[in-house]
């Protein structure tokens, strides 16, 4: 199937918990930093008449307090995209990124196309070490190529809180990453 043939977008969002996957999805829908979430955000369908690229998409929401691992695998097969989102103010958070996050995205594919992966480093609004980030991120961009981009979001201050979706929507129908690596000839 090539990109033109999306009809729907599929974008899942996962992560530790606490990094704003709940609000940065409300804040979209909103307009406006929501003060109180749910642990899950209700799957939400946006009309593809508001999108940029004009395709209906689906936003779907994770949370490890309500499901378990076999769903998020089985989430992350059904979506055509998975943000990975993680907490730039919490120390370690990269770490699980690189060590249970991507692997596990690998893992759930393994055997199929690669899950292209839009990188989130949310809470930039609050202090946080930029240019060790911007460096690691850019180590990352390197090493996993199935990452379509890496940002810096804030649900609190409305920062790349479209962007986020609109980057993981052109991911699916316009992908830079090779779909099909021919074997070189011998
Ligand atoms: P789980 O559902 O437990 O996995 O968490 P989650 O990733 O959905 O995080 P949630 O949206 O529930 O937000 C966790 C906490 O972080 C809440 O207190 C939010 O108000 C806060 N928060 C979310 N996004 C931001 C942000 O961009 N900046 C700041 N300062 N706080 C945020
Ligand atoms: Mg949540």
Redesign the pocket.
């Known amino acids: 199937m090539s990109s033109g043939d999306v009809r729907l977008v599929r974008i899942l969002l996962v ?10 999805i409300l804040a979209l829908v909103g307009e406006e ?3 109180s ?1 749910p ?2 955000a209700e799957e939400i369908t946006i009309p593809g008449d508001v999108t940029p690229e004009k395709v209906p998409t689906h936003i779907v ?5 309500e499901q378990d691992e076999t769903t998020l695998s089985e989430e992350i097969v059904k979506a055509n995209v998975v943000c990975v ?1 993680y907490d730039v103010t919490f120390e370690g958070a990269f770490d699980r990124v690189v060590s249970y996050w991507l692997p596990l995205i690998r893992n759930s594919t393994a055997g199929g196309l690669p899950k292209p992966v839009i990188l989130a480093g ?5 202090p946080y070490p930029v240019e060790t980030q911007a460096q690691r991120v850019q180590e990352l961009l390197n090493k996993f190529t199935e990452i379509e981009t890496g940002l810096e ?5 409305m920062h790349n809180v479209s962007e986020l979706f609109y980057f993981a929507q052109k991911a699916v129908l316009h992908p830079t990453a090779p779909l099909y690596a021919p074997t070189s000839k011998q």
């Open positions: 992560g530790d918990p606490q990094c704003g996957k709940t609000s940065i930093f929501p003060l979430v642990p899950r929401d994770f949370s490890s307090q989102m949310n809470k930039c609004d609050l979001s804030s649900a609190k201050d």
